[in-house]
């Protein structure tokens, strides 16, 4: 599909901005603390009689590999500072703070995995984004890799006027569905309508056989 246009940003006041940001930062937090929560209790969120599909392991690496350099930045940085006691302490809050941030956006994307069960299909990114789809809205779920530019949740305009969200993790995905016309989805910015949603998961065979057997069984 070739992108013609995007239609994630909307024009906002400098106070709708500031607004938006302190919101979305406040609840990126809290959900960090819940999903540390979940996975110390190993709670992982979902739903009842469904089956669930994870996405993270592009981006495992990487999120390690920050954690990791977090943690000796912590070390190094409480070394060099020791002599001067006030600053030693706020380097170490907002230190901590940063390692416990980034163990949070970790286990958001271990806890919170797509599922598909009885009722239909819930896409995740991490703890920030939950979107259900019940049966009755989905057409069609194939396999499909494709590279879709740009920060996540994206949602495009083709030529023909076909709104797409994008859940791609390191610009790829790798499912396509596709929808029996436009469904309103929650994003962080606002409602969006859309008509298809391109999505990885780590086994996309796995979550295309889930989705046509769950489907198959479903009645209205």
Do not use: C
Request: charged content about 25%; overall charge positive; proline content about 5%.
């Amino acid at each position: 599909m070739t992108v013609t246009e995007s239609v994630d940003s909307d024009r906002r006041t400098r106070w709708e901005t500031a607004r938006y940001w302190i919101r979305r930062l406040w609840m990126m937090e809290k959900r960090g603390y819940l999903s540390t929560f979940r996975f110390v209790f190993r709670r992982p969120k979902v739903p009842r009689g469904a089956e669930a599909f994870t996405y993270h392991q592009p981006v495992l690496l990487l999120l390690v590999v920050f954690i990791v350099v977090s943690a000796i930045e912590l070390v190094v940085v409480d070394l060099l500072v020791r002599r001067w006691e006030g600053i030693r302490i706020a380097m170490l809050a907002l230190g901590i703070w940063g390692l416990v941030y980034m163990f949070g956006l970790l286990f958001g994307f271990l806890t919170r995995p797509h599922a598909v069960g009885p009722d239909g299909i819930r896409l995740r990114s991490g703890a920030e984004l939950d979107i259900p789809l019940r049966w009755d809205q989905v057409a069609a779920v194939t396999r499909g890799k494709r590279t879709s530019p740009g920060k996540q949740p994206q949602v495009s305009m083709d030529e023909n006027g076909t709104r797409t969200l994008h859940l791609h993790m390191q610009n790829e995905t790798n499912v396509h569905i596709a929808l029996r016309g436009p469904v309103t989805v929650r994003l962080s910015r606002g409602p969006q309508s859309v008509s298809t949603v391109e999505v990885w998961t780590d086994k996309p065979e796995d979550f295309v056989a889930a989705t046509h057997r769950h489907q198959a069984a479903w009645s209205p």
